[in-house]
């Protein structure tokens, strides 16, 4: 077992690694602090604001139909992941185009819908 302390967003962990077989690779002396991206929950493009799945789950239902005007912080439409049902909220205020239908099956940063 080898440990090693990570630093992640400036926070440090302390983490032990197995060593399964194989020759053993070569490990930095010097500390490397690394950061992880910021989540984002939508992106704005060209062509709108996309909102995107923030995990894996099943879109259990569509809160407003599709085309219509939506306010920012609005549901619109309900994700369910670990037998949770999750409120996904408009970014910002819009005509809403949905990317999925009821009953579909999501990975994380899927696009659900864009709001123009």
């Known amino acids: 077992m080898r440990n090693f302390v990570v630093t992640v967003n400036g926070k440090q962990y302390e983490v032990g690694v197995e060593e399964v077989g194989g020759a053993p690779q070569d490990v930095p002396s ?6 992880a991206p910021a989540p984002s929950a939508a992106s704005s493009t060209g062509n709108g ?3 995107l799945s923030p995990f894996p789950g099943l879109i259990k239902s569509l809160a407003v139909e599709n085309g219509a005007m939506v306010k920012k912080d ?12 999750n ?9 809403v185009t949905f ?6 099956n999501v990975e994380s ?4 819908a864009v709001i123009s």
Request: charged share 20%; glycine share 4%; net charge negative.
């Open 30 to 35: 010097q500390a490397v602090a690394y950061s």
């Open 49 to 51: 604001t996309k909102v």
């Open 74 to 85: 609005q549901p619109i439409l309900v994700l369910e992941a670990m037998k949770m049902d």
């Open 87 to 95: 409120d996904i909220t408009a970014p910002c205020d819009g005509t």
């Open 99 to 104: 990317q999925v239908n009821k009953g579909a």
């Open 109 to 112: 940063d899927a696009v659900l």
